[in-house]
């Protein structure tokens, strides 16, 4: 059994700074992509941070354009868990943030999609 684990949402003012976290616990053979992709209300879900390789240390980052510049995504291999740092918060950024993995099963080495729960982040003064 795989699960992401999300933590870090909650009330932030607009130019604040937040930090989520999101760990992948259970029967995990290798992650092989990992990141944060996130729903306001009355829109679509969309990418806000991805690596697409999770297994090459140095390898590529991919950003949404509404957040470049302003959140930044890290991982700690060792511990299978990726940091969302968000700066410069605006309130159009205020949605439910889920992350997302494809994770190869220990349990029977099959690659699946998970998703977390989701935490809601709220952009307001």
């Known amino acids: 059994q795989v699960q992401l684990v999300e933590s870090g949402g909650g009330l932030v003012q607009p130019g604040g700074s937040r930090r989520l976290s999101c760990a992948a616990t259970?029967?995990?053979?290798?992650?092989?992509?990992m990141g944060w992709y996130r729903q306001a209300p009355g829109k679509e879900r969309e990418l806000v941070a991805h690596?697409?390789?999770?297994?090459?240390?140095?390898?590529?980052?991919n950003y949404g354009d509404s957040v470049k510049g302003r959140f930044t995504l890290s991982r700690d291999s060792a511990e299978n868990t990726v940091y969302l740092q968000m700066s410069s918060l605006k309130p159009e950024d205020t949605a439910v943030y889920y992350c997302?993995?494809?994770?190869?099963?220990?349990?029977?080495?099959?690659?699946?999609?998970?998703w977390g729960q989701g935490t809601q982040v709220t952009i307001s003064s």
């Open positions: 997302s993995a494809h994770i190869i099963s220990s349990t029977n080495y099959e690659a699946d999609v998970y």
């Open positions: 259970g029967s995990i053979f290798r992650i092989k992509a």
């Open positions: 690596i697409p390789s999770y297994d090459i240390m140095d390898g590529p980052t």
